[in-house]
Each structure stands twice: as structure tokens, then as C-alpha cells.
């Protein structure tokens, strides 16, 4: 059973948020590239979402179903914070 997460508005710089990024095909561009799943107001939450994604991708992997540039990331963006250069630090989850 997975708990209930908060979601937030990702473009409220005004408070520290955690965002889950999952690196996937597109096939409306035919390329990888980076999607931004969900943001939340904390850390748990984000590694939790961030350990359900990487569980599946590595399933999927097992049966053959998911290439190896696939891969799950999360940042957080410090609310109103001088360390903001581009606002995000990013966390990587691989194999």
C-alpha cells in the first residue's frame, strides 16, 4: 500500500521543494529525455516515489522492457536561498 503524497506546485520558490524526474523515452520527440513526475514539500517523500520508480525500471529491466538510458532522479530548490545559482541540487538513483 503506498501513503498518500502531497503534492506541490513546483513553481513556488518560495518554499523548499523536492522534485522526482524520471529520464524516458518520448516518442513525440523519439528521444530520451527528462520529465518532471511529481513535486513535494519533503525529502521522504520524494526518495520514496524516487524508490517506486527505480523498483519498476529495474523489473523492467529483468523482462527486457526497459533500456539502460532510463533512470529516475530527484532535486530540491532551496526556498529564496543565496545558494541558488539554478536552484536545484539533483540526487541520482542507478545500478
Not at 7 to 30: A, G, M, W
Not at 32 to 46: C, G, S, V
Amino acid at each position: 500500500m503506498v501513503a498518500h503524497m502531497a503534492e506541490i506546485n513546483p513553481n513556488n520558490e518560495s518554499i523548499l521543494s523536492y522534485t522526482v524526474r524520471h529520464h524516458k523515452f518520448d516518442p513525440e520527440t523519439n528521444h530520451f529525455r527528462w520529465f518532471n513526475i511529481k513535486t513535494f514539500d519533503n525529502e521522504a517523500e520524494m526518495t520514496q516515489l524516487m524508490n517506486q520508480i527505480f523498483e519498476d525500471i529495474e523489473r523492467r529491466r529483468k523482462m527486457g522492457e526497459a533500456d539502460l538510458k532510463e533512470q529516475v532522479a530527484g532535486s530540491f530548490s532551496h526556498a529564496n536561498s543565496e545558494l541558488k545559482s539554478n536552484g536545484r541540487a539533483t540526487y541520482l538513483v542507478q545500478e
